[in-house]
């Protein structure tokens, strides 16, 4: 049965209880304001998204996904008594990050502190394997998508779920693609593409190198993109224990990091680990001390040993060779990455433009 929305509050004039502050974000789903709850004297966000662009079975879906998963600390608040309607939009009334989210905190080009991004992982692992386990899958893991309240990242929440759906279902590809979608996406030749974790898990593991550097590992997963090929070229050859020279822009890290890496960043979306994995890894080094410096004279791979040590020693990174593209040109492309991401979060679904569900950046 089509859900309906007369059991949803209708409120002609939203500013006798809500007065709205200032807007927080803004996109195709509509926009994000911050409100004072005049009856509590508490602030929060509004999510509102406008009738003529969303149906409402998606935001009945978005409403009761947020519902149903606010109960776990990493994941945002959504207040069931608040929630309600206008005449032109549905308004989703959620706790409000006083930090805005881990994209603005990132330092483009240096990415935080190995110490802050254990932290952040932690949290948002934890909210991830959360929805795995009621069989659910975020879809949409990115740094605008995890919410900052303190300036130490002991408290960091996981938000919109515009785009999360049951596994095992199938939703309609992408059009273009961003930087967090797993090849299986961007490589998509149908509307028909079968939801399991393993796309958070991808993304995740986007969003961990994203953390570390401040920088995109490629603008999309496709032999198309240099990056992303030298990557998959790497990683080919050394499951094929080949040696084969590690891409310059994955010196930095531990022997112990990369093989995480090499876990939730396998091309084979049936070859990627589960969320919990990382659990195997918060105690490793993650990030060579003085990386620059450390890299070998010879074309060895890092090595195809598995059982590094957890200090991060064994064998070290490959020097960049004349075929290797430079860091600075890696930082110049990631930097225009980042200006236009704006462009990349006003892409739209095929299921979009069909049933008008919102999949883009928010910050509530």
């Not at 090499?262 to 001390?289: F, N």
Request: charged fraction near 25%.
């Amino acid at each position: 049965m089509e859900p309906t929305n007369e059991l949803l509050p209708l409120l002609i004039d939203s500013n006798e209880r809500f007065r709205t502050i200032r807007e927080l974000g803004s996109g195709t789903y509509g926009r994000v304001m911050l409100a004072l709850d005049r009856d509590l004297q508490q602030r929060c966000a509004l999510k509102i998204l406008q009738k003529s662009t969303t149906k409402y079975r998606d935001f009945h879906r978005e409403y009761n996904y947020s519902l149903l998963l606010s109960s776990h600390r990493s994941i945002i608040d959504t207040y069931e008594d608040r929630c309600f309607q206008t005449t032109d939009a549905y308004v989703i009334v959620q706790e409000f990050a006083p930090l805005g989210d881990l994209f603005e905190s990132i330092p483009p080009q240096r990415g935080l502190p190995e110490k802050a991004v254990k932290t952040i992982m932690k949290q948002v692992a934890s909210a991830l394997e959360f929805m795995h386990d009621k069989g659910l899958v975020h879809r949409d893991v990115k740094p605008e998508n995890v919410m900052i309240f303190d300036a130490d990242f002991h408290k960091v929440k996981l938000i919109d779920f515009g785009m999360t759906r049951k596994c095992g279902t199938y939703v309609r590809r992408l059009i273009g693609s961003i930087p967090y979608s797993p090849p299986e996406v961007c490589d998509a030749l149908n509307n028909d593409i079968l939801v399991s974790t393993s796309m958070d898990v991808w993304a995740f593991g986007v969003l961990l190198f994203c953390s570390l550097t401040g920088n995109f590992p490629w603008e999309h997963a496709q032999e198309s993109d240099i990056y992303f090929n030298e990557y998959n070229q790497w990683i080919q050859n050394y499951q094929m224990e080949r040696r084969y020279k590690l891409p310059s822009q994955w010196y930095k890290f531990s022997n112990r990091l990369m093989r995480l890496f090499r876990k939730m960043l396998d091309p084979e979306p049936l070859k990627r680990c589960e969320i919990t994995e990382i659990d195997k890894y918060y105690d490793d080094k993650w990030i060579h001390d003085h990386f620059n410096n450390r890299r070998r004279s010879s074309n060895e791979d890092e090595g195809v040993e598995e059982d590094f040590s957890s200090s991060g020693s064994g064998i070290e990174c490959n020097t960049v060779t004349s075929s290797t593209i430079s860091n600075s040109d890696f930082e110049e492309l990631t930097q225009m990455m980042r200006n236009s991401l704006t462009g990349f979060d006003n892409l739209l679904t095929n299921e979009n433009q069909q049933s008008s569900t919102n999949v883009t950046k928010t910050y509530c």
